[in-house]
């Protein structure tokens, strides 16, 4: 299934375009960062953040559950474990809803590069793994922007399970505690993670995601997302108007614009 | 009979009022149930934006003035979803009455004379149950802002519609919005076959004509027991005095 897109302004949305009138002309680039528990999305973006403004670009980051609005409250409900499916999705649709309008359209509209740990995907396959129909997420995250580029960190269970344990440990909802047979963290985390990935693996195709294997090195895969976004931003002025480091040659103005570089799932491992 | 998105029906009833602030749909409701509770069946009840976790995040933002018309509705179907889950569809799976003082109308109305898209509301809330019956108190614009507007009440800032720019001033915004929200209900009489209720009529000559609409479909209704305690008092001579405490928790359905 094709996600259908209205294109606005020369920016896409997922469907209903409810804030492209709002939105205006976006100048930014939206850097979308996905992927499982555990892949180290928060530790990559603290990363491309810090490069990224030494390069002299206004850097700006979002990420689930951080809106003003209904942060506060979605822990809570997280929390006290009583909301229905339907529920979650809905909170979870009123936070995103909050960041894009008050936090991403105006860094975009601004020229920041705006760096999200998570978007609608990962609410969408939290969703389906539970049963959701794909059909009413769908419609319900319509408005969404689509990101100029969406990066999927995929990496296999083993790995994920020896950096949640090294970290923090296994979390009720990361091991789908919610709505899995049997109260055993472990057993739960895998099925679940292994769901999961396979909701993601099919979404990827669908929204044709940046596959990324996080299976490697922190710094190989820091490496790969460097690569990638510096043709992302490759027309973007930095403040220092030097090409960012690392970039390579960016090739002369008027040159055929490189195809981002997909890889096969397959290939990932 | 209460049908699901899936076409499954639920043995229960699902009774919901509709009509814009001041067309006394509440009053109308609340005699309503008090009736059914007197004809011993079981009735629940559900309000709009009543729900306990999700009012604080709409409490937030409103007091703060966060929302947009986007988050607002959002957050409304949120409310929505979390009585729905929680209060309507056990009771209705239950076979009793749920009695629900505004319904889905309410956010086709009130979201899209904020501006947003008449087909995305529909489908957002495309998971909703289809009521039994939809009461809709139609009344003037003209008379509802009469009975509201006298002796010129505080007027809250999305109650208002002051998010919208319509007016500087309250009252005027007040009027606009509420006109816009009375057009949204009109057109919808017909799309979702909504049963008109004359709110200009005197009160009970209404809750006559509701009673008549409601009876037909009182038909294998859970029962309940309504405060037996009053026939324990009368007939052993008691008074009740340490009934006190626990009453209000009996009465509240």
Redesign the interface.
Known sequence: MNPRKIENNQRAYYG?D??ARQAGKLNGRLIVLEGTDGVGRSSQIALLREWLENEGYAVATSGLKRS???G??LS??MG?H???D??MN??Y??DF??RL??EILPALRAGFIMLTDRYIYSIIARALVRGT?PM?LR??F??ALVPDIVFYLEADVPTLVSRVLSARGFDYWESGLDFMPGRDYYENFVGYQRRLIAQFDALADEYVFHRIDANRSMHDVFCDLKGAICEIIADMKPANAGEPEGCGDPGEPGEEPQQVEETGGDEAT | MATLPDGRTLPGKLIIVEGIDGSGKSTQLDLLRKWLIGEGYCVAFSEWNS?D??R??TR??KK?E???P??FS??H??DF??R???QMLPALKAGAIVLADRYVYTAFARDVARG??R??VR??Y??AIRPTIAFYFRVSLDESLKRILTGRPQLKYYEAGLDLDLSDDPYESFRLFQGMILEEYDAMVDEFDLTVIDATAPLLEQQDEVRKIVDPYLTNVLSAEHSAWREVLSQEGLHGRYLDSILPEQTEL
């Open positions: 209903y409810l804030l003003k609005l209904a506060k409250g809570d409900a006290g009583t909301l229905g339907t529920t809905l909170l649709a009123t809803a909050d309008e008050r129909d009413w419609s319900v319509s408005f | 729900s976790i999700v604080k995040v937030r933002g703060k966060l929302l947009t986007l988050s959002l957050i179907a949120a979803s979390d729905l889950e929680r947003l898209d087909g995305y489908e957002l495309s998971f």
